[in-house]
T-cell receptor, first 116, second 111 residues
Framework: GAVVSQHPSRVICKSGTSVKIECRSL??????MFWYRQFPKQSLMLMAT?????????EQGVEKDKFLINHASLTLSTLTVTSAHPEDSSFYIC????????????FGSGTQLSVL | SQQGEEDPQALSIQEGENATMNCSYK?????LQWYRQNSGRGLVHLIL?????REKHSGRLRVTLDTSKKSSSLLITASRAADTASYFC???????????FGKGNQVVVIP
């Protein structure tokens, strides 16, 4: 099956720093990628939809200047958490869909972000 | 926005028993999917059922969909300790893979 690789799996950073998370589709062209956030013992909340070559579409309440999304190629989307604060600590997970994915969506393994 | 809702949210059963969990949603859908998540890990896709389907099977999994009631159920038969996980339903309203996840069910299978 299709594989989506997400890195890093875990990151600890100091408050005020920026953190970049990568999401790669390894064996198909991901025309669309999605970014979700999950707080402990809660469900996944869609943050934004990323289309290759265009600006991301953010969900209501998600700050686009804080969560920068870049989808510069058909195999890579990045989420940068800028000026991270402890309340940004969460599990971030991406999913990808597109050509060769047979109409399905595939999830990365997630990134646990801890901001000190 | 969140759409799916599962009930109950926590289930503890003995190995070998069946586990049933439900999901309700509010708007029309193209398809509904069930996922499993082990603690702190990524999602594992279990099964997808389209809006024109009423029941689907995959191994020990059985999913039903009632579009008139806007609800779905996931049945895991002959549960195993390895089935211990959180289970989420997710709805795709337009068939564009933009998923709205439910709250999730924590299932604990006791050996």
């Amino acid at each position: 099956g299709a594989v989506v690789s997400q890195h890093p799996s875990r990151v600890i950073c100091k408050s005020g720093t920026s953190v970049k998370i990568e999401c790669r589709s390894l064996d198909f062209q991901a025309t669309t990628m999605f970014w979700y956030r999950q707080f402990p013992k809660q469900s996944l909340m869609l943050m934004a939809t990323s289309n290759e070559g265009s600006k991301a579409t953010y969900e209501q309440g998600v700050e686009k200047d804080k969560f920068l999304i870049n989808h510069a190629s058909l195999t890579l989307s990045t989420l940068t958490v800028t000026s991270a604060h402890p309340e940004d600590s969460s599990f971030y997970i991406c999913s990808a869909a597109g050509q060769g994915a047979r109409g399905s969506v595939f999830f990365g393994s997630g990134t646990q972000l801890s901001v000190l | 926005s969140q759409q799916g809702e599962e009930d109950p949210q926590a289930l503890s059963i003995q190995e070998g028993e069946n586990a049933t969990m439900n999901c309700s949603y509010k708007t029309s859908i193209n398809n509904l999917q069930w996922y499993r998540q082990n603690s702190g890990r990524g999602l594992v896709h279990l099964i997808l059922i389209r809006s024109n389907e009423r029941e689907k099977h995959s191994g020990r999994l059985r999913v039903t969909l009632d579009t008139s009631k806007k609800s779905s159920s996931l049945l895991i038969t002959a549960s195993r300790a390895a089935d211990t996980a959180s289970y989420f339903c997710a709805t795709d309203s337009r068939g564009n893979n933009r998923l709205a996840f439910g709250k999730g069910n924590q299932v604990v299978v006791i050996p």
